[in-house]
């Protein structure tokens, strides 16, 4: 089993639809969990952490499944400039050592 | 404030050639990583330094690549001899604290560096 595994996409999306990504980890003494986002042919940059109790941060929702080792986010009322690759990321044996899955390409189409 | 720096940010080699990668992190940031980036792929842990200590190598083919942050600041990475499948992007990261301490710390990355082998 991949330490970090995530939908292979892509999804294409019109304008204004909800879409929803997931990812699972396969070490469940990890602790911390977080989204990165990547433009095309740019270095990936923090979109959000991953709380216990799920957190919201606008349009964005990331959630975390412990017991089944599954992290989500829900993207809603999809933007054009949410076109990215968005990346699982897991601080796999809790030393920081960020562990990022394969990324799943998000198109929004007009 | 300055971000994280790397050069150069384009290389061409052929195989079995030698190449070094540099990596100079935001300032006062204790943890870097270099991570290898393949087309299509996500980013993949080769190294992790806090300060100038290795905190994880696990996934570095120690055959052929070598990394070293002298003085805890900037930092190398080395391919040799270089093969057709280490042509990626290679990028340095840096966080503020990390390595030991299980923190929410954010990955700051730099441009990334290019490097196609012929």
């Known amino acids: 089993r991949k330490e970090v595994e995530q939908d292979p996409g892509p999804f294409n999306v019109p304008e204004g639809a909800t879409v929803a990504f997931n990812c699972t980890y396969s070490n469940s003494a990890s602790q911390s969990f977080f989204w990165y986002r990547q433009d095309c042919r740019k270095e990936p940059k923090l979109l959000m952490s991953?709380?216990?109790s799920g957190n919201e941060d606008g349009r964005f929702t990331a959630q975390l499944n412990r017991a089944s080792q599954y992290i989500s986010l829900l993207i809603r009322d999809s933007k054009l400039s949410d076109s990215a690759t968005y990346l699982c990321v897991v601080n796999y044996y809790n030393n920081n050592d960020m562990r990022f899955g394969a990324g799943t390409r998000l198109t929004v189409k007009p | 404030e300055a971000g994280v720096a790397q050069s150069p940010r384009y290389k061409i080699i052929e195989k079995r050639q030698s190449v070094a990668f540099w990596c100079n992190p935001i300032?006062?940031?204790?943890?870097l990583y270099w991570y290898q980036q393949i087309l299509g792929q996500g980013p993949k842990l080769l190294i992790q330094f806090q300060n100038n200590g290795v905190v994880d190598d696990s996934q570095l083919p120690k055959d052929r690549f070598s990394a070293e942050r002298l003085k805890g600041v900037d930092s190398t990475l080395k391919i040799q001899p270089a093969k057709l499948e280490d042509s990626a992007v290679y990028l340095c990261a840096s966080s503020l604290v990390g390595g030991g301490i299980a923190t929410n710390e954010k990955l700051f990355f730099g441009s990334g560096t290019q490097l196609s082998v012929l």
């Open positions: 300032s006062g940031h204790a943890t």
């Open positions: 991953v709380y216990s």
